[in-house]
């Protein structure tokens, strides 16, 4: 099986500060991997597809980059709505769907 | 636009079988490139994918969970179920039902999703 890590788990960051939170692939997956933004309570929200494309709507200061085993997911100036939980997942055409484990933000 | 809307008991015994279904509004269950998936979070912990299924009645499922596990779709409803049995208190969670986008290849994200339903395994 694909084991998914980011590191971070958890920061602290200053409004305005850049943010960058990475996840990692146990085996190289290409660039088959998405982001997404949880909030509390709230069902996850896809901010980035296919490593490094925005989603539509998804504001431009969201950006992701990387590609076999290892990737980036930076917010370039933080913003207090950017308050939650942001996770990784890769996919492949077994198929197999996994979550990385999950980088908390928050407002210093 | 497409919601997505999770229902079912929110309480089920132990060794019982969890139900769930799905239902879909703003669009046919049936049209475009989509599957459709059920994903789970136990509280305070990450995502756990659980199965998708296509229209066609085309299934795939977490391996950790396929002995347990049935997805099925009634397209006249546009809805889509999840059945799980033989459930412990480590089946608590919150349950989502998400669309799965394919945009080429086996390229896929979930781009809609339920408000999630918990569920609680407990006598």
């Known amino acids: 099986d694909i084991q998914m890590t980011q590191s971070p788990s958890s920061l602290s960051a200053s409004v305005g500060d850049r943010v960058t939170i990475t996840c990692q692939a146990s085996?190289?997956?290409?660039?088959?991997l998405n982001w997404y933004q949880q909030k509390p309570g709230k069902a996850p929200k896809l901010l980035i597809y296919?490593?490094?494309n925005l989603e539509t709507g998804v504001p431009s200061r969201f950006s992701g980059s990387g590609s076999g085993t290892d990737f980036t997911f930076t917010i370039s100036s933080l913003q207090p709505e950017d308050i939650a939980t942001y996770y990784c997942?890769?996919?492949?055409?077994?198929?197999?769907?996994?979550f990385g484990p999950g980088t908390k933000v928050d407002i210093k | 636009q497409v919601q997505l809307q999770e229902s079912g008991p929110g309480l089920v015994k132990p060794s019982q079988t969890l139900s769930l279904t799905c239902t879909v509004s703003?669009?046919?269950?049936?049209?475009?490139?989509?599957?459709w998936s059920w994903i789970r979070q136990p509280a305070g912990k990450g995502l756990e994918w659980i199965g998708r299924?296509?229209?066609?009645?085309?299934?795939n499922y977490n391996p950790s969970l396929k002995s347990r596990v049935t997805i099925s779709v009634d397209t006249s409803k546009n809805q889509f179920s999840l059945k799980l049995s033989s459930v412990t208190a480590a089946d608590t969670a919150v349950y989502y039902c998400?669309?799965?986008?394919?945009?080429?290849?086996?390229?896929?994200?979930?781009?809609?999703w339920g408000q999630g339903t918990l569920v609680t395994v407990s006598s």
């Open positions: 998400a669309r799965e986008e394919l945009t080429g290849d086996w390229r896929s994200h979930y781009d809609y």
């Open positions: 299924i296509y229209t066609s009645g085309s299934t």
């Open positions: 997942q890769q996919y492949d055409n077994l198929p197999r769907r996994t």
């Open positions: 085996q190289d997956i290409s660039n088959y």
């Open positions: 296919d490593a490094s």
């Open positions: 703003g669009g046919s269950i049936s049209s475009g490139s989509y599957y």
